[in-house]
């Protein structure tokens, strides 16, 4: 897999940059975030199952991949660690509103780990 980064513009590479050295400083609760030193696109993170649902004591690993329309286009999320969940396809694919029709520019990484 190739990186993005050379396919996002300036701005958009230095909103990212921060972005997501922001999340590893002051990642949310239950969340770490692995950032990639050689493809600011691709995010690795690891969350923690949630306390009272079936998941609890677990530690599940995703990323999310940034295409070259980032942030106009929501990034792509995928579990790595394999989950039955009604919004996680066959393949670990993230399927969730915020990653499709409700994606604004706005909401950033923050709020698509939470």
């Known amino acids: 897999q190739t990186s993005n980064a050379e396919n996002l513009p300036p701005q958009?590479?230095?909103?990212?940059?921060?972005?997501?050295s922001l999340l590893s400083a002051d990642p949310p609760d239950g969340i770490k975030v692995f950032p990639n030193d050689e493809d600011v696109t691709d995010v690795q993170v690891a969350i923690e199952g949630p306390e009272g649902t079936p998941y609890a004591g677990g530690l599940f690993r995703m990323k999310l991949v940034l295409g070259k329309d980032f942030p106009a286009?929501?990034?792509?999320?995928?579990?790595?660690?394999?989950i039955f969940h009604p919004n996680v396809g066959p393949s670990g694919e993230i399927c969730v509103n915020v990653l499709k029709r409700d994606w604004r520019a706005e909401l950033g990484l923050?709020?698509?780990l939470l």
């Open 73 to 82: 286009a929501p990034p792509k999320g995928f579990f790595l660690t394999k």
């Open 12 to 20: 958009t590479l230095r909103l990212l940059c921060r972005e997501v």
């Open 110 to 112: 923050r709020h698509v």
